[in-house]
């Protein structure tokens, strides 16, 4: 069917561009919002796409900018990051690849700045505690937390 014409088609294309212009969405976003407005779902795949031929969605672009976004202003775990990725829908081998390049020795270096910023409110073992227990709701390996509290211990404790 042609759907260029028809109303509903023109009605559900301009709302998922609309969407889109506040900021990137995964493709299983646009779907439920499409549903969630009642769209047929012959209209749901004739807008997707749509979208998908003039590259306005891209799962693969979407994890890739959520990751960097993600990694410079609010820094969290690559645990985290994937929760959020299949949240927003996204496939397991894509969300790999989109993290792929999110080396642990940034992780780190991302958990450690974050955790000095915190302990040194509280330069207490209480305040490593407390450092243990943001950084595992941000998403950091135990390993990575781990690691993190040393090198904070060593640091200003000893001193």
Known sequence: ????????????KNYALNL???????????????????????????????????????DMDFA???????????PMGRRRLKQELYQKGIEQEVV??????????????MALALGE???NRKPTLQGLEKVKGFLLRRGF????????????SRHNLDS
């Open 1 to 12: 069917m042609d759907w260029q014409q028809d109303a509903n088609y023109i009605k559900a």
């Open 20 to 58: 889109l212009s506040y900021r990137p969405r995964s493709c299983h976003e646009i779907e439920a919002k499409l549903k969630q407005r009642d769209y047929q779902q012959e209209i749901i795949q004739a807008v997707m796409e749509f979208l998908r031929e003039y590259n306005f969605i891209n």
């Open 64 to 74: 890739k900018r959520w990751v960097n976004q993600r990694c410079c202003s609010k």
């Open 96 to 109: 790999d690849q989109a993290i792929h390049d999110y080396s642990p020795e940034d992780e780190f270096t």
């Open 117 to 119: 910023k915190r302990f």
């Open 141 to 152: 390996s135990h390993q990575i937390i781990n690691g993190v509290c040393n090198v904070l």
